[in-house]
């Protein structure tokens, strides 16, 4: 027999179906709670909602494991690369040789943007944050396609979609910093791979040649693959919620960039620069804004520490920091925001108040010493984010349509005023 969980409300036993995921997870089925009690279950923040069940990523917080299709991270950070791990979160398995060439193929011959799409940079004011350009210019696609309005279009349409928005991404991102500089974009070229194309159009120059150097290419192919998924996220929510009302998937993924954005998600690998430059520049006291950091009054948190979810360790973290001392050591870089962010990772780990909250660094904690020291401008680094993540939120409203999943529409509890008369105000 199917297990069940008893719940007792107003005298009367209720039992509530018990869902096991592969890795032995359990969650209570609470879908009928309403229809049969009249309850439901309040949880502001979803700390302990599952609002599906998914087959992309698992994550494990407590034992600090995350897996793409049952692939560890770590074997993936190591051998494979971006495109091969786009493929998988996509399809749910590696490619063959065979598979990955043609994909490569398809992303490779769908790099170039519409040239009226250049107007629309033209127009951006040159302090336009580039997560704002990106998010506007990946909607404006689904204006340049508008075949993709339907999001339960056959799978071949869909597939290009999907084509369009891993190969357009880059050129994109590239496009907004190129703007946001006042210098002439680069356009894409086939002869490059995916990252070196990026790179290519983000750093040359109609001055002088550009040469790629393959440390860098490495690390920023082995960050986009740490950001590639992170399952039920804000912005991959967020993403399954604008898609279940049926907005086409450029639309979608908009949105997921936008709740990316966010300093408490994406948006704090480039608030941990930030703050560890006020830090540098204050005189470099790690325990005074630890201490800050601390108090209840002050608003100051540590960006780059805590998880909702890991509170053990974040296995990207660890993996970026290896990557990070590499990149410096390959460039010759002495950082010394770095030094800070090491010495504010030793106190804090020392200290009662995060060791009790189990707060640890988190994977923008390193993430933005690599940008900086690879050249990326600090506005840009949730763009990098956004790159690594899109084949994940693909996936994931992927899977939110092939489950036919519903409209999501969570409910509340009102605690407003009841009902009154209304007086009209302008009665003599
Ligand atoms: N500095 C100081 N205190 C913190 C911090 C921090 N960075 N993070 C959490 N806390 C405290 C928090 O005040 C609370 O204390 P108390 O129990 O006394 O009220 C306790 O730790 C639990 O925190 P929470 O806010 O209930 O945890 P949450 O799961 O709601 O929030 C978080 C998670 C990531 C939003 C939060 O830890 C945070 O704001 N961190 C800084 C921003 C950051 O680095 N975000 C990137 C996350 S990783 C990238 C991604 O995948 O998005």
């Not at 209570?28 to 087959?55: C, F, P, V």
């Not at 629309?120 to 309005?149: D, G, I, N, W």
């Not at 540590?302 to 660890?318: I, Q, T």
Request: proline fraction near 5%; charge should be negative.
């Amino acid at each position: 027999m199917s297990e069940t969980a008893e719940i007792k409300l107003d005298g009367q036993t209720y039992n509530l179906p018990v869902v096991t995921g592969s890795e032995g997870e359990k969650a209570i089925d609470i879908k009928g709670l309403r229809g049969e009690t009249g309850y439901i279950t309040l949880d502001s923040g979803y700390k302990n909602t599952g609002a599906t069940e998914s087959a992309i990523t698992f994550l494990d917080g407590e034992k600090g494991i995350l897996r793409y299709g049952g692939y560890p991270i770590e074997q993936l950070a190591e051998h494979s690369t971006f495109l091969e791990v786009a493929y998988l979160l996509i399809k749910g398995e590696l490619p063959t040789k065979e598979q990955f060439k043609d994909f490569n193929n398809k992303i490779t011959r769908h790099t170039l943007i519409h040239e009226d799409m250049k107007q629309f940079y033209e127009a951006y004011p040159r302090k336009a944050h580039p997560m704002a350009v990106l998010a506007s210019m990946l909607c404006t696609l689904s204006t340049f396609y508008p075949e993709s309005q339907d999001a339960d279009r056959d799978i071949d349409s869909v597939d290009l979609t999907i084509t369009r928005l891993i190969a357009k991404i880059s050129t994109i991102a590239a496009w907004s910093y190129k703007n946001s500089v006042g210098h002439p974009v680069v356009y894409p070229q086939n002869k490059f791979n995916y990252i070196e194309n990026f790179m290519n159009m983000m750093f040359s120059m109609p001055t002088e040649e550009y040469e790629i150097n393959p440390v860098i290419a490495d690390a920023l192919d082995k960050l986009l693959i740490l950001h590639a998924d992170h399952e039920q996220n804000c912005s991959a929510s967020t993403v399954r919620l604008v898609g279940s009302s049926k907005a086409n998937l450029y639309s979608s993924i908009s949105a997921g960039v936008i709740a990316l954005w966010g300093p408490l998600h994406g948006g704090a690998n480039q608030a941990v620069i930030e703050m560890l430059d006020k830090v540098r520049k204050d005189g470099g006291s790690i325990e005074k804004w630890v201490e800050k950091a601390k108090d209840k009054n002050d608003p100051f948190k540590l960006m780059g520490f805590g998880h909702r979810v890991y509170k053990n360790f974040d296995p990207r973290a660890k993996i970026i920091k290896k990557a990070c001392d590499d990149v410096l050591e390959n460039l010759g870089i002495q950082d010394p925001i770095l030094d800070l962010a090491k010495k504010l990772e030793e106190v804090a780990l020392r200290d009662d108040y995060f060791i009790e909250r189990k707060l640890y660094p988190n994977v923008d904690f390193y993430s933005g010493i690599i940008y900086k020291a690879i050249g990326i401008p600090t506005d840009m680094f949730t763009v990098m984010f956004a790159m690594g993540r899109l084949p994940g939120w693909i996936a994931q409203w992927q899977e939110m349509i092939n489950r036919k999943e519903p409209i999501g529409r969570p409910r509340q509890i009102y605690t407003g005023p009841t009902v009154r008369d209304y007086t009209p105000i302008n009665n003599r």
